[in-house]
């Protein structure tokens, strides 16, 4: 199954369907702007714009089901990962990730794509899903990797061609 089938809302509050991302690389991951690993963010974004071009996009799902370190409202979210970190790569709502509250979409990433020891469950913020170009989840990183340590993997996935 693919993630192009899964409905989301954008940080401005309209419904978006992930099919609108066919045939991309996508990394999504989810954020919070005042944990420890916001200053990824800076990274997320040289990612969105060294290979937007190629076909790729950063795609962030704010959430604070870790620690409370993310904002009550979305227009606060927008206005600090604009402000504080130059983020122009698309944003949504802020949901769950985990649980039973948790979206669907993360259900299917962390179900696709598990982590250390098999792990369903997202263990904090800034953990990647790395997803190919057919809306097929690749793999998972956790929130200690960096987004320049996945430039690899991203260079790899944008030279295969869709399928879809």
Known sequence: MSIYSYDVKTIRGEQQTLADYAGQVLLIVNTATKCGFAPQFKGLQQLHDEFGPQG????????DQFANQEAEHNEEIAQVCEL???????????????GADAHPLF????????????????????????VDR?????????????????VGDIKRLLAVPTRV
């Open 56 to 63: 790729f996009a950063v795609l962030g799902f704010p959430c």
């Open 84 to 98: 504080n970190f130059g983020v122009s790569f698309p944003l949504f709502s802020k949901i769950n990730v985990n």
């Open 107 to 130: 259900k299917h990433l962390s179900s696709e794509a598990r982590g250390v020891l098999g792990t369903k469950s997202i263990k904090w913020n800034f953990t990647k899903f790395l």
């Open 134 to 150: 057919d809306g097929r989840v690749v793999k998972r990183f956790g929130p200690n990797e960096t987004p320049d340590k996945i």
